[in-house]
C-alpha cells in the first residue's frame, strides 16, 4: 500500500497530537469485515498506525453513535471501504456524511478503496 509511508510521515507531524487515531476504516461489515477489511487493519496495525475499526474500539453497552462520532473526530485519515452494500447501510452513510464534514472543518484526508465494485457504481 503505498499510502502507508504517508499514514506513517503525517502521524509524526505536530498535528499528530490532536489525533487519537491514525486511521478511522469505514466499511461495510457484511461486504467485506471477514476477508479484505481484517487484512487490511491487521496491516495497519502491524505497521505501527493506529486504527479505529467498530468491532475492536466499541464498548459494549455504549452509545454506538456517539462513540463512531467521537472516534471520526479523533481521526486523522479515514480509509472507506466502498464495496457492493456500503450504500445501503445507513449507518455507513451517516459515516460518509461525518467523513465529509471532518475534510471540510479539519482538512482530514480520505482514502477511498472501491472493492469488487468500479467507483461509477458506488453512487448508483
Known amino acids: 500500500m503505498s499510502s502507508n509511508s504517508t499514514l ?10 490532536s489525533y487519537h ?8 461489515g457484511a461486504d467485506t469485515r471477514k476477508t479484505f ?11 505501527g498506525i493506529h486504527t ?19 472516534a ?9 471501504v466502498f464495496s457492493k452494500n456500503y450504500a445501503t447501510s445507513k449507518w455507513c452513510l451517516n459515516e460518509l456524511l461525518r ?11 480520505v482514502i477511498p478503496i472501491f472493492y469488487h465494485v468500479e467507483p461509477r457504481d458506488v453512487g448508483n
Open 8 to 17: 506513517k510521515s503525517s502521524s509524526s507531524t505536530s498535528n499528530h497530537h
Open 21 to 28: 487515531y491514525d486511521v478511522f476504516l469505514s466499511f461495510r
Open 37 to 47: 477489511t481484517d487484512h487490511l487493519y491487521d496491516n495497519l496495525v502491524a505497521h
Open 52 to 70: 479505529f475499526r467498530d468491532d475492536e474500539e466499541l464498548e459494549n453497552g455504549g452509545d454506538i453513535a456517539a462513540d463512531l462520532d467521537r
Open 72 to 80: 471520526m473526530e479523533e481521526s486523522r485519515f479515514f480509509i472507506i
Open 99 to 109: 467523513i465529509t464534514e471532518c475534510m471540510a472543518e479539519k482538512g482530514s484526508e
